[in-house]
């Protein structure tokens, strides 16, 4: 199977239990994230009551205009991305501070049905594709020859999931950075606005900056406070890509 589209899905968006000691005056339509981080942001200055009568989206465009982004830090999205290559995540798990990941692994699950990610700049052009993707069913090949010639050599090994789990490893070696992957990512909302910023960019490699892109439009829908000085436009090169009001929040 072949990709060339990431497949995004959300699997957990903050909850928020607001004390009745401490109630802020809500204005304006809002996410239980985006009230939680007007929550922790007024709860340093014991402003509940709104004195100022600003919506939450209001006092949220305040705080990345004024840059000061660690309540942001409060809500957390997880995202589900499948159908993007090995070579991405090894640029997306360079983000660390406030992401965790999880990713599928070729020590225990079985290559042998991989599937591969077309990059961006080969989708499109017939001749370039027949070439591509003759390299990777011959890599494929190749791992599933691998897999079975290390199990006779490891024939000795008596745990046979052990086994098999020390042929996967050494044969993994020959699948190409094209090979796709599924990868869980958790982030608070400033991470993700960096990871963003960064990604989206004209100058981010391609297929990150599509799923960047993507990623951007899901939380944006589901988030508008955090990420609403976001803005998705056509790049020099004819592909999407985004620009922020706010930098470095």
Not at 8 to 33: C, D, K, Q, Y
Not at 45 to 54: D, E, H, L
Request: with cysteine.
């Amino acid at each position: 199977m072949y990709y060339y589209e990431p497949r995004i899905t959300l699997l957990a968006r903050p909850a928020f239990s607001a004390p009745e000691h401490l109630g802020v005056a809500w204005l304006g339509e809002s996410t239980p994230g985006e009230q939680l981080a007007e929550f922790a942001g007024r709860l340093c200055y014991m402003s509940q009551r709104n004195p100022a009568g600003r919506t939450t989206r209001d006092y949220l465009e305040n705080i990345k205009r004024q840059g000061h982004g660690s309540v942001l830090e409060h809500a957390n999205y997880s995202l589900l991305f499948e159908g993007v290559s090995r070579s991405l995540t090894h640029e997306l798990v360079r983000h660390r501070a406030g992401f965790a990941y999880s990713q599928l692994s070729q020590r225990y699950v079985d290559e042998k049905d991989a599937s591969f990610v077309v990059p961006p700049a080969v989708a499109g052009d017939e001749a370039l594709e027949r070439a591509w993707r003759s390299q990777g069913d011959g890599a494929l090949a190749s791992y599933i020859a691998l897999v079975e010639q290390l199990m006779e050599r490891y024939a000795w090994v008596g745990d046979k999931v052990h086994r098999r789990k020390m042929a996967r490893e050494a044969a993994r070696g020959v699948l190409p950075n094209s090979t796709e992957t599924k990868i869980v990512v958790t982030g608070n909302a400033r991470a993700w606005r960096t990871m963003l910023e960064l990604r989206s960019s004209e100058g981010a490699e391609l297929e990150i900056r599509r799923l960047a892109v993507a990623t951007l439009r899901l939380l944006a829908a589901e988030a508008p406070g955090f990420f609403s000085d976001f803005e998705i436009y056509e790049g020099e090169d004819r592909r999407e890509a985004a620009r922020v009001a706010f930098h470095k929040v």
